[in-house]
């Protein structure tokens, strides 16, 4: 069974409809990236897998292990294991990084009928992830990316990800705002946490980031579908020719 | 010659409230004279309403409509209620001074322990002989009919320099139902003392009570106080406090009024800064739901030049509920270096919440440095989804949101023990709502 199965998926926003029939599959270990100019609906496409509202599915469904992915609400899908690392991660002012952590971590763990992680279990595996998300432990006790750097924000999400062991990741344009040397640092985090059991889609504008996120899959998107898939070679085909041949496809 | 007599909603004549209640009133003939005056203004005045500037918001005639009659002196069930409702309140370590339904119960109360510390009297006693506990400057119809009709409180006097070991917590329990509490309480702090002052109002099982405070207090040159009160009345019940404050030189002095209760309340507060180089912390939080209406009304009077005012408020509205915030601050001709801040924001978590933020400043000196902020909105969605896709129910989601919006205020406390329980109690108010 597919991890993830996109079926002819239909979108509308406020009467417009963004996706047009849109088709992916992704098994297990698989590094997807999808690619494709502003506007061609990469991110309405993870929007709607995290089950952020305002999204109209008219058509079409998700199925993720094979179940029907939007019939759950978002904290459904989260605790199911469905990440999305947010292009432009919120600030929470008031609460903490490591609350926020904790309260996520548990309330997943209690929707999955788990038991709730110990204090102490669960301060040594935060300090394992973020010593080696290079992340200071003074950030941690900061209101949620509060004052962080766009690397910081980016690396606190690779740090949740880590945490939470999701089986689908979502990267949602990780690779916007951040320079190389905070590009490096986040894609080498990525990298450590893909395993055999675990997916990740990566969705992005530029070749840039799949120098260092190597796909095994990569799909151009336009216009609300999936006009072509390859293999990682397409993605540098893209980056000499440009998006353009697509725009009237 | 015919003379209209004042009515209630209920046919009862205004007058029975305090002829009613007359010989249970402590009080010489002199201080009952004084009442009796009281009350002849409260008489003249009625309850306020929506066409005095000062509670336009929080209009008691159609809010609450009567007064009802002062409660009986507890008995002994109702005394034993009581103690349960002090065991499941106090605060630990705190010495308790406990009020029921108005009256002082020394049984419920650390009098020994807080003696060793602290001068203490009731108020009972105190006015026995003096009528100057009635005496209170600002006024309006509340206070004086607090003044006619306030049957005990403490006294409390804290010698200049004394360092309190322990805070003193004075609770207000309600046991009767329908019917009224009014209590009047003095806390002289002397100068360079350090202490810390808890207020409780909760319920012993009483349904739909009034309770109608008031407190003076006064704080010597260089002393460093905590004022917190916690107003956690039952849901239908009505609470109105006046506070009346003078504050002296080099003081630090930080209030905190948490509202978790009651149909109808208003804290309102008058301060005035008496002497220079002070510093005034105001802060509160106002949780509110169904069809509660909680009321801050406050007054910082900088009367003499260099001192600070801060007042941060929070209130978060559900359901129904109707939040008012009324700040006023005055900086006298001659309080020039004045630093007075207030910022007032309101959370409203449905269509039908209500906030009222009304800010004042009324500047005659020209060097000061004065502002004022308020805001009133909704939670936002962009976080919400933000902690739903990492796991949290919507709920949840929000009650942590919550938790953060009046964290601003509570952070303000500068106890580590007392943040602590302030921040339980209003844990215990967000799981209420989920």
Known sequence: ?249 | MNVAVAKTGNGRAVSDLFTSAEGRLPGSPSVIAARREAFETYERLGLPHRRIEEWKYTDLRALVGEVLPLAANPDAAALKRAADAVKAHAIAGARKLVLVDGVFAADLSDVKALAAEAGFRTSRETLEKDAGLLTTAPTDAVISLNAAMATDGVVLDIADGAQLSAPIQIIHIATAASASAFTRSQVAVGKGARATIIESFVAAGAKAYQVNDAVIVSIGDNADVAHIRLMDDAPDAVNITSQFVTVGANVKFNVFNMTTGAAVSRLQGFFTLAGEGSELSVNGVNLLQKTEHGDTTLVVDHAVPNCVSREVFRAVIDDRAHSVFQGRIIVRPDAQKTDGKMMIRALLLSDEAEADNKPELEIFADDVSCGHGATAGALDDSLLFYLKARGLPEKQAQALLIQAFVGEAIEQIADDDLREHVIGIAERWLERRQ
């Open chain 1, 1 to 249: 069974m597919a991890l993830l199965e996109v079926k002819d998926l239909k979108v509308r926003v406020e009467e417009r409809e963004i996706l047009h029939g849109l088709t992916l599959t992704v098994n297990e270990g698989e590094i997807h990236a999808i690619m494709g100019p502003n506007g061609s609906g990469k991110s309405t496409l993870s929007h709607v897998i995290a089950g952020k509202p305002g999204y109209e599915v008219t058509d079409g469904q998700i199925l993720f292990m094979g179940e029907d992915l939007l019939e759950m609400a978002p904290e459904e899908r989260a605790a199911k294991g469905v990440f999305l690392a947010f292009q432009y991660p919120v600030e929470i002012p008031g609460v903490t990084t490591m609350n926020f952590l904790r309260t996520a971590l548990n309330a997943q763990r209690k929707a999955r009928g788990e038991t709730e992680l110990m204090v102490p279990d669960f301060l040594k595996k935060v300090r394992e992830v973020s010593k080696s998300l290079n992340i200071p432990q003074d950030m941690l006790k900061r209101g949620v990316n509060v004052g962080f750097s766009g690397g910081e924000k980016k690396r606190n999400e690779v740090l949740q990800m880590a945490l939470f062991e999701p089986s689908l990741c979502i990267l949602d344009e990780m690779d916007s705002g951040l320079d190389i040397d905070a590009l490096r640092i986040a894609a080498d985090g990525v990298n450590a946490l893909h395993s055999p059991k675990r997916a990740m889609v990566v969705i992005t504008h530029y070749q840039r980031l799949l120098n260092y996120i190597v796909p095994d899959f990569v799909h151009v998107m336009s216009k609300g579908r999936v006009v072509k898939s390859g293999a990682k070679d397409l993605a540098l085909e893209l980056e000499e020719s440009g998006y353009a041949q697509y725009e009237d496809a």
